[in-house]
């Protein structure tokens, strides 16, 4: 293999890494905000079944398998991805409990 074609070979293998790091990294950002307003959605209108919650925690699941994912492929250091995971736990903890509370507290 000469330099130039190394090179073109460097040149490829790195925008298919990009693509795929890119992939990864806007999934994880949508994923989160999407959580987020969802929570924020159901608390401002007051109006939550546990239908509603029970998909969030799935999506949830779902993105704590593709930030694992993402360190096994090398995108996300498995430190950044401990503390997104970690960060999302407690957000979803104090969601929960609020909701749960404000459940106990109508009934």
């Known amino acids: 293999m000469t330099k130039k074609e190394k ?4 040149i490829n ?3 298919r890494n990009k693509t795929l790091n890119r992939r990864y990294t806007s999934l994880i950002k949508y994923l989160f905000k999407t959580i987020k307003t969802s929570f924020l959605k159901i608390k401002k209108g007051n109006t939550f079944t546990t ?3 029970s ?4 999506l949830s699941q779902k993105l704590e398998s ?4 993402s ?3 090398n995108v996300l250091h498995k430190n950044t991805v401990a503390r997104k995971k ?6 979803l903890r104090k969601q ?6 404000q459940k106990t507290s109508v009934a």
């Open 86 to 91: 970690s960060r999302l736990k407690l957000f």
């Open 51 to 53: 239908l509603d919650i």
């Open 71 to 73: 360190v096994n492929h």
């Open 13 to 15: 293998q790195n925008l």
């Open 96 to 101: 929960v409990s609020h909701f749960i509370s």
């Open 66 to 69: 593709i930030l694992d994912k």
């Open 55 to 58: 998909k969030l925690l799935l």
């Open 7 to 10: 090179n073109k070979k460097i």
